[in-house]
């Protein structure tokens, strides 16, 4: 078996130098997912605590399994804006009577778990989860609905989660609302369009309008539970299909609907045994420079990542700047392309397609490492038909069927963000480490440009140009950018779905693909023309 071979020397002070930059850059990242876990803050947490109610994260803990993990999704969305970090809500996949679910938690600590657009989107994330790899969906309802100043950007898109829901469930993919508490206006729409609805006894509040909007619109008298109390939804508008006396019996009863389904993966199971790598996944800290512009050898990933360190490399002596091959991670089969110098080539281009349309062929998910700069610029490339290759690249992995999950683990630039299955290209997951970017190119090269781009507009209208003013729009404009593609700024608007420890990427990926597990397997047969 091909038994990769690690460089990396442990003992160097390279080593400990990476090791020691890239622990203080976990640490902030810790920092700042601390502050998600905190909600809303001590004052709010207390006076949710005062009115005998679980917190959020302590609902989706008691669902999960005894012991079982939980991958939270986009922890720091909305991180650096006006909006709380973790977007009031909480989602993420886990074990839920012996099946992988993703669950959305809403957080009431948290301006009463009122919707913000961040809030919005990481929920339609969640729910696009749930459909691309045919996972049941649970909903944890305790929300006030849209955050009313800011329902303009709200409002429209909020919509789509009601219309997700029901395109979930016409695909037969199960839908439950277990409801702790408000569920109104717009949000009375979650429990109603799931397949299952349990509410709780005296704090489910489920209605359209409230005793305020009721007495405004109609003149009638109507207290909370008359309206919208799990009690009357239970007895008369049939809207709960099941009672819950509190919080922990909604709990079971949600443990037991999923018990129930009969739920079965239609992929296969893992065809191999799970075997630890030869080497410590610690050892990552020490490969990664703190400057993502130093490369760095995937394959030393790959060694404290695949089963058994075990990797078989396709066209290792061609498109050497790509390393793609075959390995398996907790026992399931992958195709593997990762960066290896930056840029990608012509002969990179096409060693990806080939890979891909093998990877389809066989029904073999794939795994995607980030660390490109983009496609090769120059007379002699573009002459040489990078364009062409390239196009290929993309078109492989645009009309790919079969599951990707994607890695950002040094930088994510240009078009090679693209034919790496970025964002716009729907891999099932994707995850960055963090001290990755994300941008057009990198800070320096974008501002560069532009000050190219100013200096010809300068010359060709005969207009004297200032090189000091330019300098100073340069140094701003780098400086922009360089705020706007790490690793933080790129999650918080929910580019990826979150950042990891790089030890933990064997754990991530495992249970990524397990879960991906749940849908079919099958590779695409039908891609665009290739343009030869």
Request: aromatic content about 8%; glycine content about 10%; charged content about 25%.
């Amino acid at each position: 078996m091909p038994v990769l071979r690690s460089q990396l020397d442990p003992s160097s002070e390279v080593f400990r130098d990476n090791r020691t930059a890239l622990l203080t850059m976990i640490g902030e990242v810790e920092r700042q997912q601390a502050l998600a876990v905190a909600g809303g803050g001590e004052k709010y947490v207390q006076r949710h605590r005062d009115r005998g109610k679980l917190l959020a994260r302590e609902r989706i803990e008691l669902l999960l399994d005894r012991d079982a993990p939980f991958l939270e999704l986009s922890t720091l969305a909305a991180w650096g804006t006006e909006f709380t970090v973790g977007a009031s809500v909480i989602t993420g996949i886990g074990v839920v009577s012996g099946v992988e679910c993703v669950m959305i938690a809403h957080d009431p600590t948290v301006r009463g778990g009122t919707m913000n657009p961040i809030s919005v989107r990481k929920i339609l994330r969640a729910m696009e989860i749930s459909r691309l790899n045919r996972l049941p969906l649970i909903n944890l309802v305790e929300s006030g609905g849209a955050d009313l100043p800011n329902q303009r950007e709200v409002f429209v898109q909020a919509g789509r989660i009601f219309h997700d829901l029901t395109d979930l469930s016409a695909k037969r993919i199960p839908t439950i609302a277990l409801v702790f508490g408000n569920s109104t206006a717009g949000g009375a729409y979650v429990p109603a369009m799931c397949d299952y609805a349990v509410l709780v006894d005296k704090r489910a509040k489920v209605f359209l309008g409230g005793p305020p909007l009721v007495k405004m619109a109609t003149g009638e008298d109507a207290d909370d539970e008359e309206l919208g109390g799990a009690d009357m939804h239970s007895r008369v508008s049939g809207l709960s299909d099941y009672f819950a006396i509190d919080e922990f019996d909604a709990i079971r009863i949600g443990r037991q609907i999923v018990a129930d389904l009969g739920w079965r993966k239609l992929g296969p199971a893992p065809a191999k045994s799970s075997i630890e790598p030869v080497y410590d996944p610690e050892e990552l800290l020490g490969l990664i420079s703190p400057d993502f512009r130093i490369p760095f050898d995937p394959r030393e990933v790959l060694a404290r990542v695949a089963d058994g360190s075990v990797f078989d490399e396709y066209k290792p002596t061609y498109g050497t700047s790509l390393v793609t091959g075959w390995a398996s991670v907790h026992g399931y089969p992958v195709g593997v392309l990762a960066n290896a110098r930056g840029v990608l080539f012509s002969e990179e281009a096409k060693k990806a397609s080939e890979f891909i349309l093998l990877a389809n062929h066989y029904d073999t998910p794939l795994i995607f490492l980030q660390n490109t700069t983009g496609y090769m610029v120059g007379k002699s490339y573009e002459q040489g038909g990078i364009i062409k290759d390239g196009a290929k690249m993309i078109n492989a992995v645009a009309n790919s069927e079969v599951p990707h999950i994607t890695i950002n683990i040094g930088a994510s630039f240009g078009a090679g963000n693209y034919g790496m299955s970025g964002r716009a290209y729907d891999p099932r997951l994707m995850f960055a480490w963090p001290h990755s970017r994300l941008a057009v190119m990198g800070a320096q090269q974008l501002a560069g440009v532009m000050s190219i781009v100013a200096k010809n507009a300068a010359e060709s209208t005969g207009r004297p140009f200032d090189a000091e003013a330019d300098e100073k729009r340069r140094q701003a404009i780098e400086e922009q950018i360089e705020r706007e593609s790490q690793a933080m700024a790129v999650t918080a608007q929910l580019y990826d779905d979150g950042i990891i420890d790089p030890r933990d990427t064997r754990t991530v990926l495992g249970i990524a693909l397990s879960a991906v597990h749940s849908a079919p397997v099958r590779g695409s047969h039908n891609f665009g023309v290739f343009r030869m």
